[in-house]
């Protein structure tokens, strides 16, 4: 990569599908798709992942078998990210909430999803679904 290619908001929304799983480094349950590949090279963003990753760790989280992940960032490089049920109904159930004191990530956000396969997280962009 060089230092002129930027992530935009349509680089992402090129992704339909996968072609390629790739394996969390750590959590070995957890895939991740072409596209979450893509938003960890050119967002230089594998912390994000990595987050995500271990908070199915908790047990509140890895109950949901589909979960909506957001991370907001403002002007001032904080960031809030939260992890959410996606409103089956009954409104949103907040799932995992965290400030961020700061980041460099270079979009003003990014959702990306978890869907449980039975054996593994998958983690996805959501044109990917």
């Known amino acids: 990569m060089t230092v002129t290619e930027k992530l935009t908001h349509a ?5 339909t599908g996968t072609s390629q799983w ?19 090279e050119r967002g230089e963003c594998m912390w994000l992942i990595d987050k995500i990753a271990t908070l199915q760790l908790k047990r509140k989280v890895a109950a949901e078998p589909h979960q909506f992940w957001n991370l907001k960032v403002n002007e001032d490089r904080t ?21 961020i ?5 270079p979009l003003d956000g990014v959702e990306v ?11 996805l962009l959501p044109s990917e679904h």
């Open 11 to 15: 680089d992402l929304q090129h992704f």
């Open 79 to 99: 960031a809030e990210l939260t992890c959410d049920d996606g409103d089956k109904g009954g409104g949103r159930v907040i799932l995992h909430r965290e400030k």
């Open 113 to 123: 999803w978890v869907e449980y396969d039975g054996e593994h997280a998958v983690i």
């Open 22 to 40: 790739y394996r969390h480094p750590l959590m070995r349950k957890v895939l991740f798709t072409d596209g979450v590949h893509f938003l960890i």
């Open 101 to 105: 004191s700061f980041t460099d990530f």
